[in-house]
């Protein structure tokens, strides 16, 4: 009883790593389908509609690799994204703050 409480209670305080962002597969390759107006995302300038190429000089083909990236890098880490928006290659250089923590995106 009294593990399992705690167990749930560690569960409860847990906070996965999240940029904010809804990021979905198509054939142009990783992008930004919604982004959310208090994340982290937006405020540093991520858009709806942005690419992203690559998360730490890994390239990312599928979204599932962002979500595998930003837990790998966790909420102490850093990140920094390669993006497109429309055609136009850019890197992101603004620090994200999620919870407690701060995500760099170059």
Do not use: H
């Amino acid at each position: 009883g009294v593990l399992a409480w705690m167990n749930f209670d560690q569960q409860r305080k847990y906070q996965p790593p999240t940029d904010g962002v809804t990021w979905q597969d198509t054939p142009a390759g990783v992008v930004a389908r919604q982004v959310n107006a208090d994340g982290p995302a937006a405020r540093a300038g991520i858009r709806e509609g942005d690419l992203v190429l690559s998360i730490n000089g890994t390239t990312v083909p599928r979204a599932t690799r962002v979500t595998r990236i930003l837990y790998q890098v966790g909420n102490w880490g850093t990140a920094d994204l390669e993006l497109s928006r429309r055609g136009q290659g850019w890197d992101q250089a603004r620090p994200l703050r999620w919870g407690c923590c701060t995500l760099s995106m170059d």
